[in-house]
Nanobody
Framework: QVQLEESGGGSVRAGGSLRLSCAVSGITGSSYCMAWFRQAPGKGREGVASIDADGSTDYADSVSGRFTISQDNAKNTLYLQMNNLKPEDTGMYYC????????????????????????WGQGTQVTVSS
């Protein structure tokens, strides 16, 4: 059974940094595309960053150049380094995983519909004040 557990959220001032972690267990055999999504109050869930099994990445335009997604396969952990945080980055951040076989190409994806076929963590809250 695949389990994802996020940590590292918190409250910071604008311009600050946070690093989110996602501990992954139960993934064996198949390769997975991993991603971070976020959901602000009253808004839909949106993709932030993704990384596929080969290491290719994809970022939302709103975070490109400020956020970095990475994974440590030895530690079974996914990371999201967030720098120069802005108030609009506030929200619940979720770790997600979908089997690479479901992704229609050899690239990372931020397709919410695809990840809804996979696995999700419970989320960690990020609050950025101005």
């Amino acid at each position: 059974q695949v389990q994802l557990e996020e940590s590292g959220g918190g409250s910071v001032r604008a311009g600050g940094s946070l690093r989110l972690s996602c501990a992954v267990s139960g993934i064996t055999g198949s390769s997975y595309c991993m991603a971070w999504f976020r959901q602000a109050p009253g808004k839909g869930r949106e993709g932030v960053a993704s990384i596929d099994a080969d290491g290719s990445t994809d970022y939302a335009d709103s975070v490109s150049g400020r956020f970095t997604i990475s994974q440590d396969n030895a530690k079974n952990t996914l990371y999201l380094q967030m720098n120069n945080l802005k108030p609009e980055d506030t929200g619940m951040y979720y770790c997600a995983a979908v089997e690479s076989a479901r992704v229609p190409g050899p690239w990372a994806t931020l397709d919410l519909g695809l990840f809804n076929l996979g696995h999700w963590g419970q989320g960690t809250q990020v609050t950025v004040s101005s």
